[in-house]
């Protein structure tokens, strides 16, 4: 992936919710502000900046007001420390992000030893909640599935309905990318299913055309891409380009309508899979359209922050504190009532339930497919 050069005020950056000095209780979001993925970055920072201005609304945690602080990491492991340890020097008590997986778990290690609770909105990793940095912490969440989950749902789909094709799985050699891909091709393999090419790709390159030629020259039918949307986007493009029509499957990471903008009439029939549509839920209805008035969508990764958010706030507010530990240990003492339904959390800090389904792009949006 491309590196970017950031100056100091890239790094982090107050939202005016409320001013430093009145502020009581910083919090923070972190992920791609920048950069090849800031679409993700622009949906967490919408659902973090609604929350807190709700909750402020209502009272704030603890009769206390929040300020939120937005790290950019563009999700490269080394800045996003960098963004970790400056949000130590603002005294921030609580993170929701980060969004890459590979920046996620090794700011973890920041949060873990200052004694900040983290709730990651997007990183699936396996690894962030049970790799060994995480061994014996209490105090690192996540409101997403985990990839041993997708990959399952997806490794059996896949088999089932396409195991008689010549299958391709790909991946971009990212913590979250090669994680996935590895997962999946565990279970299509579990289910008897024997991938014919399994290849790496670099991320952040324009053409992909060779990679197309080898798909081609392997005569593949369906590709499952362990990657973002934006690498997704150039190489369904151009292999339609080249004549080759294989279903492109991938995973949430292809949950933004830029997928549609890069990829043009080549994303129709494209599939990815991630949780059931939360914009359509009835808890949701109220914050999903107070967001698209200020001119946004609340796709993607937009409620699930916005419900890490909700959901800390909730438990400070039960436990009379914001220290992490009890905290915590308040998060995991019942189910909670939030914009993306009834969650709770086990003792890894994952959720208790996390199912996924299909999605399928179509004339320039993506809409769920019948079950």
């Not at 949307?229 to 949430?252: M, S």
Request: charged share 20%.
């Amino acid at each position: 992936m491309k590196k970017f050069a950031l100056g100091i005020s890239a790094i982090a950056l107050s939202v005016g919710l409320c001013t430093a000095a009145q502020a009581d209780i910083v919090i923070a979001t972190a992920g791609p502000m920048t950069g090849d993925y800031a679409a993700f970055g622009q949906q967490m920072r919408s659902g973090a900046t609604a929350a807190v201005k709700d909750i402020n609304a209502k009272g704030g945690v603890n009769g206390e007001s929040l300020v939120l602080e937005i790290g950019d990491d563009v999700c490269d492991p080394k800045q996003a420390v960098a963004v970790a340890n400056d949000f130590v020097q603002k005294e921030v008590v609580f993170v929701a992000g980060h969004f890459c997986s590979g920046s996620s778990i090794p700011a973890s290690d920041v949060y873990i030893e200052e004694g900040i609770l983290q709730m990651t909105p997007a990183s699936t990793n396996p690894q962030f909640t049970d790799g060994p940095a995480a061994e014996g912490v209490t105090t690192i969440f996540r409101t997403c599935g985990r990839d041993d989950q997708q990959g399952d749902f997806a490794g059996k789909w896949i088999a089932t309905h396409m195991g008689d094709k010549n299958i391709a799985v790909l991946h971009d050699k990212s913590t979250y990318g090669k994680g996935i891909a590895d997962l999946t091709k565990a279970m299509l393999n579990a289910e008897g299913v024997t991938e014919k090419l399994y290849e790496a790709y670099t991320a952040g390159e324009q053409d992909y055309t060779a990679l197309v030629s080898k798909l081609k020259a392997e005569g593949i039918d369906v590709i499952y891409l362990g990657g973002y949307h934006t690498e997704g986007a150039l190489i369904v493009r151009q292999a339609r380009e080249q004549g080759l029509e294989a279903q492109l499957i991938g995973p949430d990471s292809l949950n933004t309508l830029e997928f549609v903008s890069i990829a043009g009439d080549a994303a129709d029939g494209v599939m990815f899979s991630n949780a059931a549509e939360a914009r359509n839920l009835p808890s949701a209805q109220e914050v999903v359209a107070e967001i698209r008035k200020g001119g946004f969508e609340p796709e993607g990764y937009t409620l699930s922050t916005y419900a890490a958010i909700q959901v800390w706030a909730m438990a400070a507010n039960a436990a009379g504190t914001t220290d992490s530990e009890t905290v915590a240990e308040t998060l995991r003492s019942k189910d909670w009532d939030t914009v993306i339904g009834t969650i709770g959390f086990n003792e890894s800090g994952d959720l208790k339930e996390a199912s996924y389904v299909w999605y399928e792009f179509k004339d320039g949006d993506y809409e769920e497919m019948a079950r």
